[in-house]
């Protein structure tokens, strides 16, 4: 586990060092971290927090999806062949995607591709926040009613929740 950073070291970073710190907070997004950090110094955490947020909420509806494209299926195949970025590979597990029975992984699977081919993006929800793999099936079973406009706001919001807890894995927020 990494040291967390106070936020008088984070202040005192460089862009490039902020970059290379914060680029995954957004998944496969580094673009997030190149914006905030021109924001650098910060106030405090919860200041640098909104602005990832706000960064998010702004962006174009082609980039949102963009974003959301980047994420990986939940129990996917790149949770299987070990290709998830550590942050993923991380809340995967950490609800026990990795260790689900074979029927659970291909109700999950089949979930998956209802959703994205209806949405044509993965699901995407704050598993540390869900928690539960039935609190998982329930959120992609009731999202599938929701049309296409709505969904892509949810799914940021979900985005956006990943972010703050992947932030608050690198800063010391006492």
């Known amino acids: 586990m990494r040291t967390k950073l106070t936020l008088e070291q984070l202040n005192a970073l460089s862009p490039t060092e902020f970059h290379k710190v914060f680029e995954n907070v957004v998944e496969c997004w580094p673009e997030a971290a190149i914006f905030c950090s021109a924001m650098l110094p910060f106030k405090n955490f919860d200041t640098m927090i909104y602005l990832f947020e706000n960064y998010l909420q702004r962006l174009s509806d082609e980039n949102k999806l963009r974003i959301l494209r980047l994420h990986p299926d939940l129990a996917g195949k790149l949770l299987d062949t070990h290709q998830l970025t550590e942050e993923s590979s991380y809340e995967q597990a950490s609800v026990g995607l990795d260790k689900l029975t074979p029927e659970d992984k291909q ?68």
């Open 107 to 174: 109700r999950l699977t089949d979930l998956n591709e209802q959703y994205k081919r209806k949405f044509e993006f993965p699901f995407v929800i704050c598993v540390r926040e869900a928690s539960k793999f039935d609190a998982i099936l329930k959120g992609v079973t009731e999202r599938m009613s929701n049309g296409p406009a709505v969904e892509l706001e949810i799914a940021i919001g979900e985005v956006k929740k990943i972010c703050r807890l992947r932030i608050l894995e690198l800063v010391n927020k006492l």
